[in-house]
């Protein structure tokens, strides 16, 4: 596609459940981002793909967060047994290179 | 850790006023600095970036941002502002050999007509 794509746009899950956010970054870009954005906290770094590798997973909050990323292109960001906190909109980005990252629309979790 | 401040919250301005949004970071050595825009309801989109050589850099939209080394800052200004720039503004900070960036708070700019 010409941008990048994330699904679903909008969640609401209980407090407990599983949720599965998934990225799918425009063809080619080799590198894959996951922010998370709360309200009057800015963008807090999630994860950082390069490739199917993370040489960045500092940011995921918990083990309950997880992320996996295949044949260099979809991503899944995985947040188990999900808490009100993790209420945020979850942004994935990719890029070739850090001269420009392209944003996806984001997908709005609500947890209940 | 490197951190990104961004010292207005909320900004509102009426049309044609002049704009600057100030924002500092804390990391002493070479850093790559960006703004990034969102329009309400969309995604976020690069404004303008600096890497290096004219710390006066100029973006889209009649933006511009000016790299003070000694003062660790980054302030986007803009003279004379549009209904239009009504936006959620966020400063980004990347230290040069890591693949990620630093955000700011934000600044929720609204301009009224």
Known sequence: GAGVSQSPS?????KGKDVELRCDPISGHTALYWYRQSLGQGLEFLIYFQGNSAPDKSGLPSDRFSAERTGGSVSTLTIQRTQQEDSAVYLCASSLSLNTIYFGEGSWLTVV | AQSVSQHNHHVILSEAASLELGCNYSYGGTVN????????????????????????????????AEFIKSKFSFNLRKPSVQWSDTAEYFCAVNIPGYSTLTFGKGTMLLVSP
């Not at chain 1, 909008?10 to 209980?14: A, F, P, Q």
């Not at chain 2, 309801?41 to 690069?46: M, N, V």
């Open chain 1, 10 to 14: 909008n969640k609401v899950t209980e």
């Open chain 2, 33 to 64: 600095l960006f703004w990034y825009v969102q329009y309400p309801g969309q995604h976020l989109q690069l404004l303008l970036k600096y890497f290096s050589g004219d710390p006066l850099v100029k973006g889209i939209k009649g933006f511009e």
